[in-house]
C-alpha cells in the first residue's frame, strides 16, 4: 500500500484533525514543491492562499462527522509562491477502533485542464466572432445583389459563387489554424475557378496576410476574377491579367501596401472577344463588385482604392497600411520577390 500511494502521480496527503501533515508522497513533492521532510510536521494551510484558508475549516467539520468530500476544483499554492489549480478528494481516517483520527486527501494537478478550457472558450469566442462577420458579408451580398438583379437564376447564382469565394478564404485559414494566409495562395485560389491560368501573371513579396486581408481582399479577387470571365480579359482571346504587389515607405515612415491589378483583352476578333466587347462589366453599372472593390475592401483594411476602365482595359489598385494587411512580425519584404 505504501508503494502505491508512493509511485501515485496524484499528490497524496495525509493530516489529523489539528490540519498537520502526516503523510507526503513523491507526487505530493512534485505538485507543491516541498519535500516530505519540509512538509511533514507543518500545516496544510501553508498550501492554501490567505483569502482561500476558511476553505480548510469547513474541510475539517465535514471530517469530523465522518463525511468523504467529493472531487472539488480550487486553489493551492506551491512553494515557490505560485498558484496551482488542483481537484481534491478527501476521505476521513479511521484507527483500529473506528475513530476518525485525520483525512486523506488525493490531489491531482489540473493546470493543464484549465488551460485547456481557456483556449477552448477563448477559440468559442472567436469563432462566435467571425460567424456574426460572415453572417453580416452574406446579409450584405444578398442586399446588394438583389438591388440589381431581376432574374431568379442570376440572382442565385450569383449568390452562391460569392458565398463559395467566402469559403475558399475560410478553407485558407482554416488550414493554417487562422494565423494568416500567403497573398499568392490566396489570389491563385480565387481566380482558379475561371481558369486560363497561362493568362495569369503574379507577381510581388512573399507576404502573409491576416485574417481580415484575407477575407476582404478574397472578396475583390472573386469580383475582379468574374467580371473578367464574363466581359474582360479572361473572356477575349489573346486577353492577359497582371497583379503586381509591393511594399513602399509611406509618409512618417509608415510602411505602405500597393496592389494593383491590369487586365488588358487584346484582339477582340474571336467570338468571346465580341461578346466582351458589347458587354457592360462592374465598371458601369454599380453592382456589388464595384461595392466591394471601391468601397468594402478599402475602408476595412483603412486604405483607398481606384478602379478605371478603358476600351479593352481594366485597373483596379489599393493602398493600404502594410499594418492592416500583414500578419504582425511577419510583415517584412521577403529577401526575394516572386513572378509567376
Known sequence: MAAIVDSSYDAIIGKDLNSIITDWNQAAERVFGYSAEEAIGQSILMLIPEHMQNEENEIIVRIRRGERIPSFETTRRRKDGSLVAVSLTI????NGAGDIVGASKIARDITAAKESERRIRLL???????VKNQFAVILSMVRETSKRSTDPVEFEQMIRSRIMALSRSHDLLVTSEWAGASLFDLIQEHLKPFGHEERISLSGPLLTLQSNAVQN??????????????????????GRVEITWKVEAGPEAQRRFHLLWHETSGATTGEAGRN???RKGFADRKGFGTVVLQRVAPQSLSGSSSLERAPGSVKWELDAPLEAIVVPQLGAENETDFSV
Do not use: C, D, Q, W
Open 276 to 278: 466582351a466587347s458589347n
Open 124 to 130: 468559442m469566442r472567436e469563432v462566435n466572432h467571425r
Open 217 to 238: 481582399l478574397g472578396m475583390a479577387f472573386h469580383e475582379l476574377g468574374t467580371n473578367s470571365a464574363k466581359y474582360g480579359a479572361l473572356a477575349a482571346e489573346g
Open 91 to 94: 476521505s476521513p481516517i479511521k
